[in-house]
């Protein structure tokens, strides 16, 4: 899977926050197998030096690095963030979030789109975290975006795909470009099912980082994210509403 | 002067920003700035002279999702 020119080997994204200890954030990472990490940029107060240890830990992952503007609701915000993480993380991949909802966290569509004009305009390399309108989908391809990443669900919520028809709308809508589905995925069976759908890669991180056991549950997801991809290259049969028999009637006994 | 770090109220003698960061303790800290919810590079912080009353943050890398 190529993103922006960069060939990434695994369809897994996986996010760095909220795990119980660094070990345990490098112990999923390397189960996950992910290729691509999220971080992000925090204020640091003088002579904490969390930033250098936090930097030391991520490199050691051995994976490429996507900053995002988590938490950003403006424009302004969202672009002077963008432009304080390309010089922090030496990358112009930037993962774009400007909130528009405080309760479900929605990208503010508008914001969004004024955004990635101003940072693909300046050389950034844009993954915008947005729903699965197509109207909007189209104004980000426009605005210089080549990947778009939609919500599964609400970040955190772990609801898996709450709206397939609009998934596989935007799925269908825009076949070349590569998608990632972003946030509210829960469990591996949500993952499969994205990829079952056609999208390139899912990118999680809560539902690994607050499981019980974080390697483990990182080590299904990128089970589930291989199996999925697997069975939509296989073409999957067709559903359909009566049985049919898959042992053959044909050369059966007659016993009656 | 009175100007405010990360949100904070705070009184530094020194007058660039990149002064300022080294009176703070960041030293040689791997952080990035902005004056005013606008980028300063670090290439020109040195030449970033700050007012009474700006406001300067100072970020480094973290965990994200």
């Known amino acids: 899977m190529q993103l922006y020119g960069t060939e990434i080997t695994s369809r897994l994204m996986l996010g760095t926050a909220q795990y119980p200890s660094p070990a345990v954030l490098a112990e999923a990472f390397r189960r996950s197998g992910a290729g691509i990490a999220t971080v992000s940029v925090r204020r640091e107060a003088g002579g904490e030096r969390a930033g250098a240890a936090f930097w030391d830990l991520v490199r050691e992952l051995g994976v490429t690095l996507l900053p995002n503007t988590a938490g950003c609701h403006s424009v302004r915000e969202a672009v002077t963030t963008a432009q304080m993480a390309r010089e922090l993380f030496d990358t112009p991949w930037i993962k774009l979030e400007v909130i528009g909802h405080a309760d479900t966290l929605q990208p503010d569509p508008f914001g969004l789109v004024e955004a990635a004009q101003i940072l693909s305009d300046d050389g950034f390399r844009v993954f915008p975290y947005t729903t699965e309108d197509v109207v909007l989908a189209d104004r980000l391809l426009d605005a210089g975006c080549e990947i778009l990443m939609p919500w599964g669900a609400p970040i955190g919520t772990g609801l898996g795909l709450t709206n397939i028809y609009g998934l596989r709308t935007l799925r269908a809508q825009f076949p070349e470009v590569p998608m990632v589905v972003d946030a509210g995925l829960g469990l591996p069976s949500q993952a499969a099912m994205a990829m079952e759908m056609g999208f390139d890669a899912v990118l999680l991180n809560t539902a690994v980082a607050k499981a019980g056991d974080p390697a483990a549950m990182a080590q299904g997801f990128a089970r589930a994210v291989e199996a999925g991809r697997l069975a939509y290259e296989a073409d999957p049969m067709e559903p359909r509403d009566m049985a049919a028999p898959s042992t053959p009637v044909i050369g059966k006994a007659f016993l009656e | ?65």
Do not use: H
Not at chain 2, 8 to 30: C, I, M, Q, S
């Open chain 2, 1 to 65: 002067m009175k100007i405010t770090l990360n949100g904070t109220p705070t009184e530094v003698r020194a007058e660039t920003l990149a002064a300022v960061l080294d009176e703070l303790g960041y030293g040689e800290a791997k952080v990035a700035t902005a004056v005013n919810e606008n980028f300063v590079p670090a290439a020109a912080r040195g030449q970033t002279t700050l007012s009474p009353g700006d406001r300067v943050e100072v970020v480094a890398p973290r965990q994200g999702g």
